[in-house]
């Protein structure tokens, strides 16, 4: 079973910038699937980008262009790259992990979530 903490959320000023870091420990890294999930109160988790054992990267429509997903499984850890924020980003997000191709599911392995706010 996969542990996952993340780290580097906090408050910035709209269009500055985050790094995000998830260090996984308990499982075998590279064969994950890896995940940043995101919700504000209220609302449902969403998905924000994702990077596949493989290397496949994915991204919600809403940050492409701004946030970068990467991983370095030398050191077992996955970050996201925020950029240029706005204060629609702000929510707590999740770093996610599952060995199958359904990323959000079930199956995942969840982290406790960090928060990030974005000033206006």
């Known amino acids: 079973q996969v542990q996952l903490v993340e780290s580097g959320g906090g408050l910035v000023q709209a269009g500055g910038s985050l790094r995000l870091s998830c260090a996984a420990s308990g499982g075998t890294f590279r064969r994950y699937n890896m995940g940043w999930f995101r919700q504000t109160p209220g609302k449902e988790r969403e998905f924000v980008a994702r990077?596949?054992?493989?290397?496949?990267?994915a991204y919600a429509d809403f940050v492409k262009g701004r946030f970068t997903i990467s991983r370095d499984s030398a050191i077992n850890t996955m970050s996201l790259q925020m950029n240029s924020l706005k204060p629609e980003d702000t929510a707590v997000y999740y770093c996610?992990?599952?060995?199958?191709?359904?990323?959000?599911?079930?199956?995942?392995?969840w982290g406790q979530g960090t928060q990030v706010t974005v000033s206006s």
């Open positions: 996610a992990a599952d060995t199958s191709i359904r990323l959000g599911s079930s199956s995942t392995y």
């Open positions: 990077m596949n054992w493989s290397g496949t990267t």
